[in-house]
T-cell receptor
């Protein structure tokens, strides 16, 4: 049982480039979400999904797109990378809603030059 | 907007000492979770509290949810080096769809 798998683990981009961070879970969880973690800021919610075909914005959605075509996958797309998007990105999944425990991946460390 | 404030931000103590970490907000949460994160890994859930005034114990860790469901505390008794890590609280809003994480408390337990 792999849990939540994020790829890549590390990535360096130039300003203006685009890329997709991958997230897959094998626990049949309905709820998936993306966070970014910056020093002294905790984790901030970027986008989330309560099921296949349904996505919604979190606290800091600007500059990011998501889609949820299957239950298992929830990719995060950076449209035009900016230095302010340098961060560690975490994907999480859980059963349903209402504060269920979230299972996190190990993160993607992204640097924008 | 950071809805949850944790204190202290950094804590360095000797093995065997006790400590308390606080998680405060002006907002009411339907539930509150505590996570522990180690370097290079994602957060791992320690506990979920749901009812105002609820107290949960996990070995040497005691978690309390405030009566008004706006704040929480984590108390560690006789800290050990294995307790070292970043402790994060997370509150769920009314719909339960969004989690708001605290700023984190970085704990170092010195042998």
């Amino acid at each position: 049982n792999a849990g939540v798998t994020q790829t890549p683990k590390f990535q360096v981009l130039k300003t203006g480039q685009s890329m997709t961070l991958q997230c897959a879970q094998d626990m049949n969880h309905e709820y998936m979400s993306w966070y970014r973690q910056d020093p002294g800021m905790g984790l901030r919610l970027i986008h989330y999904s309560v099921g296949a075909g349904i996505t919604d914005q979190g606290e800091v959605p600007n500059g990011y797109n998501v889609s949820r075509s299957t239950t298992e996958d929830f990719p995060l797309r950076l449209l035009s990378a900016a230095p302010s998007q340098t961060s560690v990105y975490f994907c999480a999944s859980s059963y349903g809603q209402k504060g269920q425990p979230q299972h996190f991946g190990d993160g993607t460390r992204l640097s924008i030059l | 907007t950071q809805l949850l404030e944790q204190s202290p931000q950094f804590l360095s103590i000797q093995e065997g000492e006790n400590l308390t970490v606080y998680c405060n907000s002006s907002s009411v949460f339907s539930s509150l979770q505590w996570y522990r994160q180690e370097p290079g890994e994602g957060p791992v859930l320690l506990v979920t509290v749901v009812t105002g005034g609820e107290v949960k114990k996990l070995k040497r860790l005691t978690f309390q949810f405030g009566d008004a469901r706006k704040d929480s505390s984590l108390h560690i008794t006789a800290a050990q080096p294995g307790d070292t890590g970043l402790y994060l609280c997370a509150g769920a809003g009314d719909t339960g769809n969004q989690f708001y994480f605290g700023t984190g408390t970085s704990l170092t337990v010195i042998p």
